[in-house]
């Protein structure tokens, strides 16, 4: 089992900039890729960025260029920095991690943490 606690959300107006960060415990050492999803109000949670154990990055299309994701092991965190925020980037995000037993691939969720960006 994996826990993750997210924080650093809230409000910003457009072309500001927010850090998320995301400390995970448990099971730490099963974690292959860790990440941040997001929701927004009537749309399907879509992926945001993703980072591997060998700190590989991985982004959507419509953070490139503003967004940064990072892993801390020795903090145990996944942070985001999220930079020139548009309105479009308003969501619930949640904080993601994956791991690998046995050929299985378990996936645990934070509880999501709220990003309003003003117009």
């Known amino acids: 089992q994996v826990q993750l606690v997210e924080s650093g959300g809230g409000l910003v107006q457009a072309g500001g900039s927010l850090r998320l960060s995301c400390a995970a415990s448990g099971s730490i050492f099963a974690i292959t890729t860790m990440g941040w999803y997001r929701q927004a109000p009537g749309k399907q949670r879509e992926l945001v960025a993703t980072i591997t154990r060998g700190f590989s990055p991985n982004y959507a299309d419509s953070v490139k260029g503003r967004f940064t994701i990072s892993r801390d092991y020795a903090k145990n965190l996944v942070n985001l920095e999220m930079n020139s925020l548009k309105p479009e980037d308003t969501a619930v995000y949640y904080c993601?991690?994956?791991?690998?037993?046995?050929?299985?691939?378990?996936?645990?969720w934070g509880q999501g943490t709220q990003v309003t960006v003003s117009s």
């Open positions: 993601n991690a994956a791991t690998l037993v046995a050929a299985t691939r378990y996936d645990y």
